[in-house]
């Protein structure tokens, strides 16, 4: 069942035009599908994605997820990092000398970064999907358009949540401009 994406009118930010590309926004209403119980307050409304996220909403909910995954899920700025980087510790025996050979976003992609950002080069669904072993996958997308198997499968879901008002904040310093 393909993701519904409303247009939102286009914003503009002076002339840059880069920049801009991340003023256009669609609304992505809710899908019809049964959802776990914990899941019901999980689901931002109206939820607000990047327009390119319509292009990509298929591939990311028909992601093939294994039952040895690992999701970290977490709204932006709210330790993502240290969980992604705690977690991948504990499930490699504190490999110390490993986590420093392998960068972050390589040990541990972010499935949505080609469906939200203009500067990702890559296919991140690709780039999880070809993960070998035990897979480590991050996400900020609200659990309606997280991966359909994630409810059937069942693989590990680490979610790390923030004061809200903390979260707020620290999105508007790395946001705004010198």
């Given at each position: 069942m393909?993701?519904?994406?409303?247009?939102?009118p286009?914003i503009?930010?002076?002339?840059?035009l880069i920049f801009?590309r991340?003023?256009?926004?669609?609304?992505?209403?809710?899908?019809?599908?049964?959802?776990?119980p914990?899941?019901?307050?999980?689901?931002?409304?109206?939820c607000?994605?990047?327009a390119m996220y319509?292009?990509?909403?298929?591939?990311?909910?028909?992601?093939?997820?294994?039952?040895?995954?690992?999701?970290?899920v977490?709204?932006?700025?709210?330790?993502t990092?240290?969980t992604?980087?705690m977690?991948?510790?504990?499930?490699?025996?504190?490999?110390?000398?490993?986590?420093?050979?392998?960068?972050l976003?390589?040990r541990?992609?972010?499935?949505?970064?080609?469906?939200?950002?203009v500067?990702?080069?890559t296919?991140?669904?690709r780039?999880c999907?070809?993960?070998?072993?035990?897979?480590?996958?991050?996400?900020?997308?609200?659990?309606h358009?997280?991966?359909?198997?994630?409810?059937?499968?069942?693989p590990?879901?680490?979610?790390?949540?923030?004061?809200?008002?903390?979260?707020?904040?620290s999105?508007y310093?790395?946001?705004?401009?010198?």
């Amino acid at each position: 069942m393909p993701i519904v994406c409303e247009n939102i009118p286009r914003i503009t930010y002076g002339k840059s035009l880069i920049f801009n590309r991340f003023l256009d926004f669609k609304r992505v209403l809710p899908l019809a599908r049964p959802l776990e119980p914990c899941t019901a307050n999980w689901q931002m409304k109206p939820c607000l994605l990047p327009a390119m996220y319509s292009e990509w909403a298929d591939d990311i909910l028909n992601f093939k997820v294994r039952k040895d995954d690992v999701f970290v899920v977490t709204f932006p700025k709210c330790g993502t990092t240290w969980t992604q980087e705690m977690v991948w510790m504990i499930g490699n025996d504190l490999d110390f000398e490993r986590g420093r050979k392998i960068p972050l976003p390589e040990r541990f992609p972010q499935i949505e970064l080609s469906s939200v950002a203009v500067i990702s080069k890559t296919n991140s669904v690709r780039q999880c999907d070809d993960l070998k072993g035990r897979r480590y996958i991050k996400s900020h997308l609200p659990a309606h358009l997280l991966p359909t198997e994630i409810w059937t499968v069942k693989p590990k879901v680490v979610y790390c949540t923030r004061n809200p008002k903390d979260a707020a904040i620290s999105n508007y310093h790395r946001w705004k401009t010198p």
